[in-house]
């Protein structure tokens, strides 16, 4: 359904763009000539980096994210507070200070902690993704722990299982399937946003694009483009993600 | 020789609600206890503070001369020593019934695989079902399924056993053949309490019977007494009311 929305949109630019008022230059990426194949394959190279930087942060969110969530179910209130405080605190920033905070501030704090740490495009963009995104990751921990009926503790701890115990053979095994599927729509999330990494110079799809709209003066096409390499990759992942549900869903009722 | 529970002016609040006034209750060791009374009445929260998954507010509970207080080594060890089958049974319904046998005494008491194995077919023989083993709970009917529950109790071999309403959540039809596993318990010399309002199984297995109404014990006394001879107007009452169905 939104693949032919999106298809037939498409076309009408592709079609827009041959009409002979010249507004549109497909020239720069069509590869049939030596320039545009170029310039394709250049841009094409950013998928790897836009990709190992969504996956590292995304494994890096969920860990934050669970080590977030567990005190913040806490009965004692001192346990429960800081993880509050972290997940409002987070969530209130928006990405782009935080990855200008992360990129030039995070060194100078931690020089002055003793520690020489250069943090280059690459980690600065992966530590900001994930701790942004950790305060989401979190609160989707939370609530599928919290759907878990109280039951399970109760009988976990008559049984003699332990905290940690309780979590890992009976809660986390149920939590999981509530759990995972939206843990997949945020990685769609991270993503997209992994193309703020372009402003501190990572060369990801979006600082690929950039660069070459400065050396060819053609950003309608570029951009365009661009949008398309971001919806192929967000299609494949929602593709994933509803197999994941459906599979996670037929699960939950037998 | 020490009683296998002592509780002496046990008073528990949910925040003003007063759930248990000043409860006074002993268990001898091989006892069978039945409490009856009004939904409301505390019964249930009362058998929860013996094990701890409630909290008492003033009072002393004592668990085979182990104090019950509010640091972790009286609940782990009053833990280990009683057992607990929950009104909604409480299966891990992500495990197999083998598996929700043996992961208490695999990962609490350090069994191996087929040793805890070996428990958990013993034990469900037992309790009549050794052919579920390897069943999803989901797959089981209610009683089946209740029936697995005391099994994962008595897995962790506990010399106190608490019911609370074991039967009320079964279609009728399956009732019996839980409260036979009970009974079979019982006459086994098994310390219990079991909370319900099933009177046939009280009259059958109980040593004595606890009337509680508004969080109080209102009467307490042998099953004959107790049936044929309530003394408190409000026993009577409630005693008229389920015996009248």
């Given at each position: 359904m939104t693949l032919r929305t999106f298809s037939i949109l498409f076309l009408c630019l592709l079609l827009a763009g041959c009409s002979?008022?010249?507004?549109?230059?497909w020239y720069v990426i069509d590869p049939t000539t030596k320039q545009g194949y170029n310039n394709i394959r250049f841009l094409l190279n950013g998928f790897g980096a836009t990709i190992l930087l969504s996956i590292i942060a995304a494994i890096l969110s969920m860990c934050i994210g669970l080590i977030v969530a567990l005190p913040g179910m806490s009965h004692n209130r001192w346990l429960r507070l800081p993880s509050r405080i972290y997940i409002e605190f987070i969530r209130a920033i928006p990405l782009l200070p935080m990855l200008f905070w992360v990129f030039y501030g995070l060194p100078v704090v931690l020089k002055s902690m003793g520690i020489n740490a250069n943090i280059d495009a690459f980690w600065g963009a992966i530590i900001t993704l994930a701790i942004s995104d950790s305060a989401f990751t979190a609160e989707i921990y939370r609530s599928g722990i919290q759907s878990i009926n109280k039951g399970q503790t109760e009988a976990a701890k008559t049984i003699g299982l332990n905290y940690s115990q309780t979590m890992r053979y009976v809660i986390l095994p149920q939590a999981i399937k509530r759990i995972l599927p939206p843990l997949a729509n945020q990685f769609i999330y991270i993503v997209k946003m992994s193309a703020f990494a372009s402003v501190i110079g990572m060369q990801e799809l979006t600082r690929r694009a950039n660069e070459l709209v400065v050396t060819e003066y053609r950003p309608l096409e570029i951009y365009t483009l661009l949008i398309l390499e971001y919806l192929v990759l967000v299609l494949i992942i929602s593709f994933g993600v509803r197999r994941l549900e459906r599979k996670m869903g037929a699960d939950e009722s037998k | 020789m020490a009683k296998a529970i002592e509780i002496k002016r046990l008073n528990k609040w949910f925040g003003s609600y007063?759930?248990?006034?000043d409860i006074d209750l002993n268990v001898s060791h091989g006892e069978r206890i039945v409490i009856c009374g009004p939904?409301?009445?505390?019964k249930s929260t009362l058998i929860r503070c013996i094990n701890s998954l409630e909290h008492h507010d003033s009072g002393q509970i004592t668990v085979d001369d182990i104090e019950l207080d509010q640091n972790k080594e009286s609940i782990a060890a009053i833990g280990a020593e009683v057992g607990m089958v929950f009104q909604q049974f409480?299966?891990?319904?992500?495990?197999?019934v083998l598996k929700n046998l043996t992961l208490g005494p695999i990962?609490?008491?350090?069994?191996s695989r087929s040793e805890a194995e070996e428990r958990a077919m013993r034990i469900l023989e037992r309790v009549q079902i050794p052919e579920q083993a390897h069943k999803q709970p989901s797959e089981l009917s209610g009683g089946q399924q209740q029936r697995v529950a005391i099994a994962r109790s008595l897995c962790m071999e506990p010399k106190i056993m608490l019911f609370d309403e074991p039967t009320s959540a079964l279609d009728p039809e399956m009732i019996a053949e839980v409260l036979d596993v009970i009974v079979d318990l019982a006459e086994d010399g098994m310390t219990m309490i079991v909370v319900t309002h099933e009177m046939g199984f009280a009259r059958r297995a109980a040593d004595r019977m606890v009337f509680m109404d508004k969080g109080e014990i209102i009467e307490m006394g042998a099953p004959k007494d107790f049936f044929e001879?309530?003394?408190t107007k409000r026993c009577k009452t409630f005693l008229n009311q389920i015996l009248q169905h």
């Amino acid at each position: 359904m939104t693949l032919r929305t999106f298809s037939i949109l498409f076309l009408c630019l592709l079609l827009a763009g041959c009409s002979s008022s010249g507004t549109w230059g497909w020239y720069v990426i069509d590869p049939t000539t030596k320039q545009g194949y170029n310039n394709i394959r250049f841009l094409l190279n950013g998928f790897g980096a836009t990709i190992l930087l969504s996956i590292i942060a995304a494994i890096l969110s969920m860990c934050i994210g669970l080590i977030v969530a567990l005190p913040g179910m806490s009965h004692n209130r001192w346990l429960r507070l800081p993880s509050r405080i972290y997940i409002e605190f987070i969530r209130a920033i928006p990405l782009l200070p935080m990855l200008f905070w992360v990129f030039y501030g995070l060194p100078v704090v931690l020089k002055s902690m003793g520690i020489n740490a250069n943090i280059d495009a690459f980690w600065g963009a992966i530590i900001t993704l994930a701790i942004s995104d950790s305060a989401f990751t979190a609160e989707i921990y939370r609530s599928g722990i919290q759907s878990i009926n109280k039951g399970q503790t109760e009988a976990a701890k008559t049984i003699g299982l332990n905290y940690s115990q309780t979590m890992r053979y009976v809660i986390l095994p149920q939590a999981i399937k509530r759990i995972l599927p939206p843990l997949a729509n945020q990685f769609i999330y991270i993503v997209k946003m992994s193309a703020f990494a372009s402003v501190i110079g990572m060369q990801e799809l979006t600082r690929r694009a950039n660069e070459l709209v400065v050396t060819e003066y053609r950003p309608l096409e570029i951009y365009t483009l661009l949008i398309l390499e971001y919806l192929v990759l967000v299609l494949i992942i929602s593709f994933g993600v509803r197999r994941l549900e459906r599979k996670m869903g037929a699960d939950e009722s037998k | 020789m020490a009683k296998a529970i002592e509780i002496k002016r046990l008073n528990k609040w949910f925040g003003s609600y007063q759930a248990l006034k000043d409860i006074d209750l002993n268990v001898s060791h091989g006892e069978r206890i039945v409490i009856c009374g009004p939904s409301g009445s505390g019964k249930s929260t009362l058998i929860r503070c013996i094990n701890s998954l409630e909290h008492h507010d003033s009072g002393q509970i004592t668990v085979d001369d182990i104090e019950l207080d509010q640091n972790k080594e009286s609940i782990a060890a009053i833990g280990a020593e009683v057992g607990m089958v929950f009104q909604q049974f409480n299966l891990f319904p992500h495990l197999s019934v083998l598996k929700n046998l043996t992961l208490g005494p695999i990962k609490v008491r350090g069994l191996s695989r087929s040793e805890a194995e070996e428990r958990a077919m013993r034990i469900l023989e037992r309790v009549q079902i050794p052919e579920q083993a390897h069943k999803q709970p989901s797959e089981l009917s209610g009683g089946q399924q209740q029936r697995v529950a005391i099994a994962r109790s008595l897995c962790m071999e506990p010399k106190i056993m608490l019911f609370d309403e074991p039967t009320s959540a079964l279609d009728p039809e399956m009732i019996a053949e839980v409260l036979d596993v009970i009974v079979d318990l019982a006459e086994d010399g098994m310390t219990m309490i079991v909370v319900t309002h099933e009177m046939g199984f009280a009259r059958r297995a109980a040593d004595r019977m606890v009337f509680m109404d508004k969080g109080e014990i209102i009467e307490m006394g042998a099953p004959k007494d107790f049936f044929e001879a309530p003394k408190t107007k409000r026993c009577k009452t409630f005693l008229n009311q389920i015996l009248q169905h």
